[in-house]
């Protein structure tokens, strides 16, 4: 084999890897543009949704604070306008049923107590009739 002959076809093959190279490298740099470009505008689209989103959030939350400023002075002005009776009649009754709840809290108590004396009578084996009529009694 002719040394000039091979040392030629490498030269060639060498321009031709080079040149395949160059244009491998140009198709990836243009990949990568066109991804870029693709992610730029997929993030750019996400963050005008988000932006929006957060601007009705702001609009909502100043509706709902407005409501509330407007139930306060309502509820100001309708304890302002109701009558000392009505409101007096509607805390004697609210006491009324809390004297119920802690007189039926006292019954409960006391019942409670004397389950626990049977209990104990029960647990030590003095059981006779004398005794638990006293207890219960």
């Known amino acids: ?38 992610l ?22 100043d509706k709902l604070n407005s409501a509330i400023d407007r139930l306060t002075r309502e509820l100001d002005q309708l304890l302002e306008d109701a009558p ?10 609210i006491s009324g049923v809390r004297k119920r709840v802690s007189s039926l809290n006292s019954v409960l108590k006391s019942i409670q107590q004397r389950v626990d004396n049977i209990d104990r009578l029960l647990s030590v084996g003095m059981l006779q009739g004398t005794c638990i009529s006293s207890y219960v009694a």
């Open 40 to 61: 730029s505008t997929m993030l750019a689209n996400v963050i005008k949704d988000f932006d929006s989103k957060a601007q009705d959030t702001l609009n909502s939350q």
């Open 1 to 38: 084999m002719d040394p000039s002959v091979s040392t030629g076809e490498n030269t060639g093959s060498n321009e031709n890897n080079s040149q395949e190279s160059e244009s491998e490298s140009e198709s990836n740099n243009n990949r990568t543009d066109a991804l870029g470009k693709a």
């Open 84 to 93: 000392l009776p009505f409101i007096m009649q509607h805390a004697a009754k």
